[in-house]
């Protein structure tokens, strides 16, 4: 009788270990982004919110919710400096795809605060990609501002999005 408990343990046990695996994932380590990795997503925020987008490959545009989480203020340019990579599956590597979006209004720059909440809408260039290329990279960023005077300290996010054909 001893030995059912013992065989129960190990099954259970069993269980919880293949319910921790997670799915494998082979995109490569980021592209360089111009920033450590280890100063990524900590200041900034990024998402894309489902009910503003629906994720289609073919020429839609991305909305994204940048939100400041530091007390730290940053400036930026209405584009966020946003960067915009696709994952070559046949390479496996990112490659820089342009943004097609106009940011001409407002021109000038964006000061966030702690808390603040901006959105940003933009167009990767996806015209002549194959179709089982979907996984694209949205990095954005801004400079940190100290005693009113834009310094050379550079903070960003980026989010991962796979797009349907």
């Known amino acids: 009788m001893k030995s059912i408990p013992k065989i129960f343990l190990i099954v259970a046990f069993c269980f919880l270990l293949t319910g921790c695996a997670s799915e494998i994932d082979d995109t490569p380590l980021?592209?360089?982004?111009?920033?450590?990795?280890?100063?990524?997503?900590?200041?900034?925020?990024?998402?894309?919110?489902?009910?503003?987008?629906?994720?289609?490959?073919?020429?839609?545009?991305?909305?994204?919710?940048?939100?400041?989480?530091?007390?730290?203020q940053i400036?930026?340019?209405p584009d966020f400096n946003a960067e915009i990579y696709l994952y070559d599956d046949t390479k496996k590597e990112w490659k820089?795809?342009?943004?097609?979006g106009n940011y001409e209004t407002p021109p000038d720059k964006i000061i966030l605060h702690q808390g603040d909440i901006e959105d940003l809408s933009v167009l990767p260039e996806l015209s002549n990609t194959p179709a089982s290329q979907s996984k694209v990279l949205i990095f954005v960023s801004g400079?940190?501002?100290?005693?009113?005077h834009t310094t050379n300290k550079v903070i960003g996010t980026y989010i991962i999005l796979h797009l349907k054909p």
């Not at 400079?143 to 009113?148: A, L, T, W």
Request: glycine share 4%; net charge positive; hydrophobic share 40%.
């Open 96 to 100: 820089k795809i342009k943004n097609l």
């Open 30 to 72: 980021l592209p360089n982004l111009g920033i450590q990795d280890s100063l990524l997503n900590k200041d900034l925020r990024v998402t894309a919110p489902a009910v503003w987008n629906n994720f289609n490959k073919k020429e839609d545009w991305i909305t994204l919710e940048i939100t400041l989480v530091t007390n730290k």
């Open 143 to 148: 400079n940190v501002v100290e005693k009113g």
């Open 75 to 77: 400036i930026t340019n």
